[in-house]
């Protein structure tokens, strides 16, 4: 099995490389459903956390596909990309290889929509984090 999570370093800092994401997402005609933002979150109640922060995003042609093979899959989708800065100031993105979340859910019939978003979801990550 491929590794589940994979994780990127980026040549950003956290705030940049969160804008780079969103750009990025939307320049590839994607829609946007939400952006969490966890370590504003934590501050509105005295805490502190690194940056932390999740785009939630999809298209819906291709999410729906996975979930008429198995509804519950929709508990995953639409995608997330995590971008957060550790304990060394060095900026990461996140996210789970779309073959983890089939097998998840034991989707077998969709190895074509499978590769498609995990080519997407690279290509995404690596202009999110790769210097100019």
């Known amino acids: ?9 980026s040549a950003y800092d956290a705030d940049s490389t969160f804008e780079r994401l969103q750009q990025i997402v939307k320049d590839k005609g994607l829609t946007i459903m939400a952006a969490v933002p966890h370590d ?3 501050a509105s109640v005295d805490m502190e956390l690194r940056p932390t922060r999740v ?8 999410g729906t596909l996975l979930m008429q093979s198995d509804q ?3 508990l995953d989708l ?3 990309v995590l971008v957060y800065e550790n304990e060394d100031g060095e900026t990461y993105v996140s996210y789970f ?7 998840r859910y034991d989707i077998s019939d969709k190895a074509e929509v499978v590769q498609k978003v995990n080519g997407a979801l690279n290509c995404i990550t ?3 984090v790769i210097a100019k």
């Open 126 to 128: 690596d202009a999110t």
């Open 72 to 74: 519950r899959i929709g």
């Open 97 to 103: 290889d779309a073959s983890f979340l089939t097998q």
């Open 40 to 42: 504003k979150a934590a």
């Open 55 to 62: 785009l939630i995003f999809g298209n819906p042609k291709v």
């Open 78 to 80: 639409p995608l997330k």
């Open 1 to 9: 099995m491929q590794q589940q999570m994979i994780s990127k370093r």
